[in-house]
């Protein structure tokens, strides 16, 4: 698996350099997502999954119990 090197933080983090956000990085058709407070643990996927899984977040199908 490639290591990503380009990480991108979150529009939502509100711009600030502190380690409270979501990061993205792309690598050829695989999307890696961390949180920056602890960057060696990732959440790796691709796009069609992840797709889904936002569909049912702003559908309101997922929904926290």
Same mark, same amino acid.
């Given at each position: 698996?490639?290591?990503?090197?380009?990480?991108?933080?979150?529009?939502?983090? !509100?711009?600030?350099? !502190?380690?409270?956000?979501?990061?993205?990085?792309?690598?050829?058709?695989?999307?890696?997502?961390?949180?920056?407070?602890?960057?060696?643990?990732? /959440?790796?996927?691709? +796009?069609? +999954?992840?797709?889904?899984?936002?569909?049912?977040?702003?559908?309101?199908? /997922?929904?926290?119990?």
């Amino acid at each position: 698996m490639t290591t990503p090197d380009n990480w991108q933080k979150s529009s939502f983090s !509100g711009g600030a350099d !502190g380690n409270n956000c979501v990061e993205v990085a792309v690598t050829c058709g695989t999307i890696h997502l961390r949180e920056s407070d602890a960057p060696s643990k990732q /959440l790796t996927t691709t +796009p069609t +999954p992840l797709a889904h899984l936002l569909h049912g977040i702003r559908s309101g199908a /997922l929904r926290r119990i």
